[in-house]
């Protein structure tokens, strides 16, 4: 079966530094998505991605967030500044077409804000 | 606000058991749902489909009350890899899965 790939797996940050986590959603797909799962709490959803732009992004995503594919296979998610509480595994998805039900989610970055 | 409601257990079952799980949702308007198994810090991974009354996938049945708005999946004949979080998940607009609204999970523990 096709394959969400991300890196790093887990990924250590001071607060207030940047990071870039990484995704390669499966090649055919033209919808991507990221979610987050705080330890222990439900999976939420961040922002969709379609066409180059954003589709819509929860109150979560905020103006520290940004999301962007650079080259047609990449999908990255960026936080600006990190804040202790955006310690959580964040997941990347993607889908072939509207009609499509299946999300297909990549294995998820662990990220510790310390 | 649009919810998703699940009793987090954990069930402890023996092998062969039959376990079933139940799931609420608040936004009348949903027209599909979903079953996603989840193990322990891995991603998510869809189990089932739901769209009218029920769907049936071996050991696996999920069936949907939209009266009461509620969906439940019974697993017939545990086995010990059964053991995992049961996520049920909703889309926020009827069939469009573009923003899915995810309970916090029941726990599964098959015990020999």
């Known amino acids: 079966e096709p394959e969400v790939t991300q890196t790093p797996s887990h990924q250590v940050t001071q607060m207030g530094q940047e990071v870039i986590l990484r995704c390669v959603p499966i090649?055919?797909?033209?919808?991507f998505y990221w979610y987050r799962q705080i330890l222990g709490q439900k999976v939420e959803f961040l922002v969709s991605f379609y066409n180059n732009e954003i589709s819509e992004k929860s109150e979560i995503f905020d103006d520290q967030f940004s999301v962007e594919r650079p080259d047609g296979s990449n999908f990255t998610l960026k936080i600006r500044s990190t804040k202790l509480e955006d310690s959580a595994m964040y997941f990347c998805a993607s889908k072939s077409s509207t009609g499509d039900e299946k999300l297909f989610f990549g294995s998820g970055t662990q990220l510790s804000v310390l | 606000r649009k919810e998703v409601e699940q009793d987090p257990g954990p069930f402890n079952v023996p092998e062969g058991a039959t376990v079933a799980f139940n799931c609420t949702y608040s936004?009348?308007?949903?027209?599909?749902f979903f079953w996603y198994r989840q193990d322990c810090r891995k991603e998510p991974k869809l189990l089932m489909s739901?769209?009218?009354s029920g769907n049936e996938d071996g050991r696996f049945t999920a069936q949907l009350n939209r009266a009461s708005q509620y969906i439940s999946l019974l697993i017939r004949d545990s086995k010990l890899s059964d053991s995992a979080t049961y996520l049920c998940v909703v889309p926020e607009r009827g069939l469009d899965t573009d923003k899915l609204i995810f309970g916090t999970g029941t726990r599964l523990q098959v015990f020999p």
């Open positions: 739901v769209y009218s």
């Open positions: 090649s055919n797909h033209l919808y």
């Open positions: 936004n009348s308007a949903s027209q599909s």
